[in-house]
């Protein structure tokens, strides 16, 4: 019989949002855990398992091997999406790395907003400025899910080409309609004690620089700090 791959929750979330019948570039894949869960579920008809990485893709493959994967699953190595197009897939998942590098790879392959495509895009860092770059160029987001997972949260950005009107300051740092979800206020406000201390570290300098900045910081809080009272 063969064994029955279960995902962390991080993956999961991401997993649950993938619809059904779609073919899957997942970028990043590591171990491969995601489009081998999808397969092995018949959730998807195809999956592409991408990872700039030769060790990676070997750990996929015996993902694969071990959960009884073969069909339907490409090993890709290859830098983002460079070697993938919009004829090898409808859904791209692009999760565990930060937000500075997802732009990199999106910004390599204009394809993706074209709008036909979904992206599903889970920023480990600079959550603020991956927003802020699909924001001013050509994307729009739905609304964001989260999942806390080893005691941290994490959204997870819906993402299709499209025009969106420009995003509010907290949007940008604290989230798109993110309101929908049941972990909304604890994201919140772990945001608002991220730039409470950086604010508190800027002051501490006693630089003129730094206290601007600092300002800059609070006024960020407060727009937060609004969202999280309207909950």
Not at 78 to 94: F, H, Q, S
Request: aromatic share 6%; with cysteine.
């Amino acid at each position: 019989m063969t064994e029955e791959l279960h995902l962390q929750p991080r993956l999961q979330l991401l997993a649950d949002l993938v619809p059904q019948g779609a073919r899957l570039a997942d970028i990043g894949t590591d171990h491969g855990y995601l489009p081998v869960y999808l397969l092995q579920k018949g959730r998807i008809v195809s999956a592409i398992a991408a990872d700039i990485g030769r060790a990676p893709l070997d750990h996929a493959r015996r993902t694969a091997q071990q959960y009884g994967v073969g069909n339907g699953l490409r090993f890709l190595c290859c830098d983002g999406l460079r070697d993938i197009g919009p004829e090898d897939a409808d859904t791209v998942v692009i999760a565990g790395m930060g937000g500075e590098t997802i732009v990199h790879i999106l910004s390599q392959a204009p394809w993706t907003k074209a709008g036909s495509t979904l992206l599903l895009l889970q920023p480990m860092t600079k959550q603020e400025d991956l927003r802020r770059w699909l924001n001013e160029n050509g994307y729009a987001q739905s609304a964001e899910r989260l999942v806390r997972d080893k005691d941290y949260l994490y959204p997870v950005f819906t993402v299709f080409g499209g025009e969106q009107p420009p995003l509010s300051v907290g949007e940008i740092y604290g989230g798109v309609d993110i309101e929908v979800d049941p972990l909304a206020g604890e994201y919140l406000d772990q945001r608002i004690r991220r730039l409470d201390q950086a604010a508190a570290g800027l002051r501490k300098s006693g630089s003129s620089e730094n206290g601007l900045r600092a300002d800059e910081l609070d006024k960020i809080r407060q727009a937060l700090t609004e969202r999280r009272a309207d909950l």
